[in-house]
């Protein structure tokens, strides 16, 4: 069953170009990742939201343990605002099938 996650990084505003810039670049590394199944950043309010969806807790785990991850992170350090708030949700389907789940 896919694990789909909400990140949300808040950028100091001093650094919100840099912070931006290390997401794009981390995008195609991860999108190569075994078990990525969604890997997508949205802009609002100040604050950078990615929507991942990964096929398994064990995919998701490996993420967090691979390369990209762990060179976003020194990138992104001492940039923004507090820790990034990471949400793992559990999905509740409803409806059409195709469009009631991520």
């Known amino acids: 069953m896919s694990v789909v996650v909400v990140a949300t990084i808040t950028p100091q505003p001093e650094h919100a170009d840099a ?3 290390a997401l794009v670049s981390a995008i195609p590394a991860v999108h190569d990742e075994p ?6 950043l949205h802009e609002a309010d100040g604050a950078l939201v990615v929507i991942e969806r ?3 807790p064990e995919a998701l785990q ?4 691979a390369q990209a991850f762990a060179e976003l ?5 001492g ?14 389907p409803a409806g ?3 469009k009631g789940a991520l």
């Open 96 to 98: 059409d099938s195709a």
């Open 19 to 21: 912070v931006r810039e």
């Open 62 to 65: 490996e993420h967090m343990q």
């Open 79 to 92: 940039r923004m605002t507090g820790p990034a708030e990471i949400r793992v949700l559990t999905a509740v």
């Open 54 to 56: 990964w096929a398994s």
């Open 35 to 40: 078990g990525c199944e969604l890997y997508a």
């Open 73 to 77: 992170g020194r990138q992104l350090e």
